[in-house]
């Protein structure tokens, strides 16, 4: 068995064309499990890896002859394809441009976003970087206001169910193992979201979602890396701005809907296949509003050591 995935336990295979390898070694050294070695100017697939090709085809995509060929963990020689011209890069003014331009969009159009939109965001999140290969991140897409709101009602329902997690006697007996900062969160925040999700709901207002006319959630596995749902979120949210919509990310779900039999009813119903450490919402919509101004943002602090 191999780094296991939900999509893949075994290793990937390595093919080496004998007769194309010129033995340049370049596989070699970019190989970061050492499943390729060097003998006699020709390389080898490795008796040493550290854990067995992990198909992230590096090898195959570097190779200046096309002597190797990768196979297995969902990887195949159809997933290869030419480079876009380097040309065409957006240059650092353009990605600024697009980072300093975006806001977090509450308030959309009642405009469907059209199909062929989708597909692009969905194409340019597959592109985002992943713990191991292949990726774990799976995506549950609700693709019309009706959609988002119906799945809004029902989470402001299955809240319902768990007021007592926000109960003061239920914060008090937990403050002593979940420490003072997770007491003054709940205590703070999540204790008035509940009001507010469900309030605003009564009030016919979605502050879960916001009606936006799309939404994806990206969530992994029990093996997934924590990050790369995250990192497929930023990628879907990045390339919708530059397709002209609004996005929002959305915190306040994914962890609700991970425990106990409510959770897993919840998920089931919205086909959500696996509960997991991270996932993130974000929704898509065109926004009603624009902002005239950009807003300078900054980290805790940055410390070089
Ligand atoms: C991880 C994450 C979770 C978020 N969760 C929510 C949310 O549940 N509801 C919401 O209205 N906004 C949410 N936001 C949006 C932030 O509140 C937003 O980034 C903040 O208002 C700053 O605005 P800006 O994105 O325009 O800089 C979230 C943002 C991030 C990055």
Redesign the pocket.
């Known amino acids: 068995m191999a780094i296991p995935t939900s999509r893949s336990k075994e290793a990937g295979s390595i093919h080496i064309n004998d007769a194309l390898c010129k033995g340049c070694g370049t596989c070699v050294a970019i190989c970061s499990d050492q499943s390729l070695v060097l003998k006699n100017e020709k390389a080898f697939p490795s008796e040493n890896p550290f854990f067995g090709c992990v198909g992230c085809g590096h090898c195959m995509a570097i190779c200046p002859t096309g002597a190797i060929t990768i196979s297995g963990r969902t990887l195949n020689s159809n997933d290869f394809f030419d480079l876009p011209d380097k040309h065409n890069n957006p240059d650092y003014k353009q990605l600024m441009t697009l980072f300093e331009r975006?806001?977090?969009i509450?308030n959309f159009k009642d405009k469907a976003v059209e199909p062929e939109i989708v597909q692009k965001i969905l194409a340019a999140a597959q592109t985002a970087p992943m713990g191991l290969p292949p990726s774990d991140v799976h995506v549950m897409v609700l693709d019309s206001r009706s959609k988002t709101r119906a799945f809004a009602k029902d989470y402001c329902e299955f809240l319902e169910g768990y007021k007592w997690f926000v109960s003061n006697w239920f914060l008090a007996l937990m403050r002593p193992f979940w420490g003072k900062s997770n007491d003054e969160m709940f205590r703070g925040f999540i204790k008035p979201l509940f009001k507010v999700y469900s309030e605003g709901f009564k009030n016919n207002r979605n502050?879960v979602n916001?009606d936006a006319p799309l939404a994806m959630y990206f969530y992994g596995s029990p093996f997934t890396d924590p990050a790369d749902p995250?990192i497929a979120a930023t990628y879907a949210m990045l390339a919708a701005e530059s397709l002209g919509l609004g996005t929002?990310?959305?915190?306040?779900?994914h962890p609700m809907i991970q425990y106990g039999s409510k959770g897993r009813r919840f998920r089931e119903r919205h086909g959500i296949k696996y509960s997991s450490r991270e996932g993130?919402?974000v929704v898509f919509g065109y926004p009603v509003y624009t902002f005239k101004k950009g807003?300078k943002?900054s980290f805790a602090d940055i410390t070089y050591s």
Do not use: D
């Not at 929002?248 to 779900?253: Q, S, W």
């Open positions: 975006r806001r977090s509450r502050l916001y995250l929002c990310m959305l915190g306040a779900v993130l919402f807003i943002r």
